[in-house]
């Protein structure tokens, strides 16, 4: 059974930073990419970063410049780095994998940007 599970969200002041985690359990293949999506409340779920599977990154333009993606293969969790960190940030941050037969999620961690 396949299961993604976050971590490293939290309180942040402004202009701070911290590290998303989401760690791969179980066996999956045929992966096409994988990523993070985060929903404000009051508002529809966004991406806000994806990598293709062997291929390039891409970032939206609310968190360009102040984001990176990356996979580490040993401990099997995707990444997300995020720098410089805004109110506007402030939402709850899902991981994802998508696979040519599914489509799977994480149960999404809290980020909250205030001083």
């Known amino acids: 059974q396949v299961q993604l599970q976050e971590s490293g969200g939290g309180l942040v002041q402004p202009g701070g930073s911290l590290r998303l985690s989401c760690t791969v359990s179980g066996s999956i293949a045929s992966i096409n990419n994988m990523g993070w999506y985060r929903q404000a409340p009051g508002k529809q779920r966004d991406l806000v970063a994806s990598t293709a599977w062997g291929g390039g990154t891409q970032y939206a333009d609310s968190v360009k410049g102040r984001s990176t993606l990356t996979f580490d293969n040993a401990q099997n969790t995707l990444l997300l780095q995020r720098r410089r960190l805004k109110p506007e940030d402030t939402a709850v941050y899902y991981c994802?994998?998508?696979?040519?037969?599914?489509?799977?999620w994480g149960q999404g961690t809290q980020v909250t940007v205030s001083a």
């Open positions: 994802y994998i998508d696979t040519v037969r599914k489509h799977y």
